[in-house]
């Protein structure tokens, strides 16, 4: 079955589907996106990752595309077109077409929408989130606003591409006081010597998780204490569990950070039983 791709109101084979070489979002990196999990063929934290939509695109004034609700009919037949049950989907806006020029186009252009979805492994990951991963740490060059979602990623694929090269899952990129702020595309958390969970707050340079976001809610149900404090890579190494969160990897167990396995080197049991919380609940609440 061949994929097929959202662009701009119509479904066109992915092969063939394509936008503009004029597009901003191409030229510029002028746009912002959105991934949302798929579980059980419907969209996970759905009213989450809408609101950091419009959001995002408002901190750099483009209009939103169009409503919510038909937002969602595209983003579910995307999924349904593509027979995605578990997995994810990718909807990407830009400013639009026009003439390359910095400054925003003089007159209107109607924003670029384009969404795929595509398919997950859900037992590899499963399997995966038994064993844990492992993450290397690296310097958070990115800019001063990674609360906006921005298509503009080339400091996180290279902090991705430096973990891969290093068998690793993720980069954790700290900042210049030895804290660390974030995943290259995942929200970073420890289980500090106390027992209590910490993720960075977001009044830090960090991308405002979705994620991270529910997971705060749904360990908290569970009676943990759930802290947003900074922590340093030391901490993060002597922890007792640590672990990412976000909708590609959902909840993933850490069993190494750089060369220092993470307390015994297996998956913690707050961790692994946050995992099944989380997708218990997001499968639940899915749309
Ligand atoms: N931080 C960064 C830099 C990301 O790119 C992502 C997801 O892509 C996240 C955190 C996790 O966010 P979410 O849970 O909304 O997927």
Request: hydrophobic fraction near 45%.
């Amino acid at each position: 079955m061949s994929r097929l791709a959202y662009v701009n109101g119509r479904f066109l084979r992915q092969a063939e589907a394509g936008v503009s070489i004029e597009d901003r979002g191409y030229q510029l990196g002028d746009g912002v996106y959105e991934v949302w999990a798929v579980m059980d063929g419907k969209l996970a934290d759905a009213e989450g990752h809408f609101a950091r939509l419009e959001r995002s695109l408002g901190e750099i004034s483009i209009p939103m595309p169009m409503s919510r609700a038909a937002l969602t009919v595209a983003l579910r037949e995307t999924v349904r077109r593509n027979r995605v049950r578990y997995g994810i989907v990718y909807l990407q806006v830009t400013r639009g077409v026009a003439r390359r020029d910095h400054a925003f186009p003089g007159v209107a252009v109607a924003p670029t929408v384009v969404i795929t979805a595509r398919s997950g492994d859900a037992a590899a990951a499963e399997a995966r989130a038994a064993v844990g991963v492992s993450v290397i740490t690296r310097p958070d060059d990115r800019w001063a606003r990674c609360d906006i979602k921005t298509v503009n990623l080339l400091p996180n694929v290279l902090a991705k591409q430096a973990a891969k090269g290093e068998g690793a899952f993720e980069a954790w990129l700290v900042d210049k006081d030895g804290l660390v702020t974030e995943g290259a595309s995942s929200n970073a958390w420890i289980v500090d010597a106390n027992g209590v969970l910490r993720t960075r707050d977001t009044g830090a340079n960090i991308l405002r998780g979705v994620t991270r976001l529910s997971l705060i809610d749904v360990a908290r149900e569970a009676g943990y204490t759930v802290e947003e404090r900074p922590f340093t890579v030391a901490e993060a190494k002597a922890a007792r569990e640590a672990f990412l969160t976000g909708a590609g990897a959902l909840v993933m167990p850490i069993v190494r950070i750089d060369d220092s396995p993470v307390a015994n080197g297996h998956p913690g049991e707050v961790a692994t039983a946050l995992r099944s919380a989380y997708i218990r609940r997001a499968v639940e609440s899915a749309i």
